[in-house]
């Protein structure tokens, strides 16, 4: 994993203390993310150029290495498997032992957009294997992040030429902007570097006439009857408060311009998506896109294509959310890998760990960077994806003579004959594995659910700890 440097704008008008300090290696304190808002600016117009600086900047390689959790942990995989009960936990923490080790970046060097571009042969097709084993063991350079993830999402065919992939990507610029202009129609602030942040219609659907000075002198004319529009329109201020809220230490979000593309892909993500809608969370699953992305409708897409492994985590009804499935696994981990642990969680009244939803929903991007994304998507890779989410209707076959084009979960999955939906199964490992690496203080501090909660928070800080003490 790198060493990555976030340059840090000033945050004095949010409320907060001027960060003007570069961070590195971990995040500034995420407290304020989903807190105070800007409650004078119920509009943010464009400001100023537009322009992309740099965000990621690499410097070491690889940092935060880490072996194992703890030593008692490390001396169980050399023990014999007598028992089914000891079969079973020292698989676990052989999975948790893995996942940690992609959570603090593995071992080897980062994928450079030198062996990126040279993974490509002339006309186009992509050595996956190679450029997988590479990502698998110490991430992507920021430079290339973007484009590496559109084929880690199943975005594209890796197996495809230039030219298909040019045809492919004008045509899914031309279908976004067609929904864009679909949005705006509706309502006229999307694509014009605005946002709101303050409700446009009652939730009756009737216009609110106090929102005019707010929204730029604009404001919805007639009543709001059709049941799609409407619930699209009441969530659009949501957006916008989230979006103000969304890595706004970050100097590329000084830009309201920006802030405001970021507001667009997540309102015609949602209209485009009823069933889901929009989530708290999906701001920072995007944020990365449109950061990384030139194109806005390149970012898009590829959210769309995250989203697609994500979706399920954000469907909550009234009687379950999206993520129960996961906890519930999490738990039976914790319980074969560490019962003394599980107890103590339950004994809090965390037995059912909803403490790790935040994690489980946004893959860890509030206490880490995106780079584990891309080591888990690399070990879970599936080159079927990207056939699947263009036709379904075709359905997928595994073909054994490209196994080697699997990441390497993923192919340990299917040489097992397991056929079930397992996307993100690695995420509960990771977690576990956190949970492990935080054992002793759990144990000895942990005397309430808050304490847990602010425990977990400082998984960076770990990282950066075991790094100092190899050194």
């Known amino acids: 994993m790198l060493i990555w440097h976030l340059k840090v704008r000033n945050t004095s008008r949010y409320g907060s203390a001027s960060r003007r300090a570069v961070a ?11 807190g105070d808002s800007r409650s004078s600016s119920r509009v943010a117009s464009s400001g100023g150029g537009g322009g992309r600086p740099s965000v990621f900047q690499r410097t070491q390689a690889p940092a935060a290495a880490v072996t194992g959790y703890e030593s008692k942990t490390a001396s169980a995989f050399n023990r014999n498997r007598v028992t089914t009960s000891r079969t079973a936990r020292d698989e676990a923490l052989r999975k948790s032992e893995k996942a940690w080790m992609i959570c603090c970046g593995g071992a080897g060097k980062t994928l450079s957009a030198r062996r990126w571009h040279a993974a490509f042969t002339e006309d186009g097709h ?11 063991r110490g991430g992507i ?11 880690l999402l199943g975005g594209y065919d890796p197996d495809s030429t230039f030219e298909d992939r040019t045809k492919l990507r004008n045509h899914r610029r031309e279908q976004y902007y067609a929904w864009k202009e679909e949005c705006q129609k509706m309502v006229p602030l999307v694509g014009s570097g605005k946002f709101v942040t303050m409700a446009i219609v009652a939730e009756d659907g009737q216009p609110l006439e106090e929102s005019s000075v707010e929204n730029q002198e604009w404001l919805v004319k007639t009543a709001v009857t059709d049941k799609r529009v409407l619930q699209w329109m009441l969530v659009l201020s949501q957006i916008g408060l989230d979006v103000i809220r969304t890595d706004r230490y970050l100097c590329f979000y000084e830009s309201e311009r920006n802030q405001a ?13 009823p069933d889901i809608g929009y989530v708290q969370g999906m701001n920072d699953i995007c944020s990365p896109m449109i950061i990384l992305i030139e194109d806005e409708a390149d970012a898009f897409w590829c959210f769309e294509r995250a989203m697609r492994r994500l979706r399920e985590n954000f469907r909550t009804t009234s009687t379950s959310m999206g993520v129960q499935t996961q906890l519930g696994m999490l738990s039976q981990v914790i319980q074969t890998v560490d019962p003394r642990l599980h107890q103590h969680l339950e004994d809090l009244d965390g037995g059912e760990y909803l403490f790790a939803i935040r994690m489980l929903m946004v893959l860890f991007r509030r206490v880490l960077f995106p780079c584990i994304w891309e080591m888990m998507w690399a070990m879970e890779y599936n080159p079927n994806k990207f056939a699947s989410y263009e036709k379904p209707e075709n359905g997928t076959k595994q073909d054994p003579r490209l196994l080697k084009q699997y990441g390497k979960f993923e192919r340990k999955y299917i040489k097992s004959g397991q056929n079930e939906q397992h996307d993100n199964t690695l995420a509960v490992f990771v977690v576990a594995s956190v949970l492990e690496t935080k054992n002793k203080r759990l144990l000895k501090e942990a005397k309430g659910l808050d304490d847990v909660v602010q425990i977990l928070g400082g998984i960076a800080e770990f990282g950066r700890e075991k790094r100092v003490k190899k050194r």
Not at 24 to 34: A, F, I, N, T, Y
């Open 24 to 34: 590195s290696g971990s995040r500034p304190s995420s407290s304020g993310e989903q």
């Open 126 to 136: 992509l050595d996956m294997e190679r450029v997988l084993r590479r990502i698998q």
């Open 141 to 151: 350079h920021p430079s290339i992040k973007g484009e590496v993830w559109e084929f």
């Open 261 to 273: 593309r970021l507001w667009d892909v997540l309102a015609i993500y949602t209209w485009l998506n």
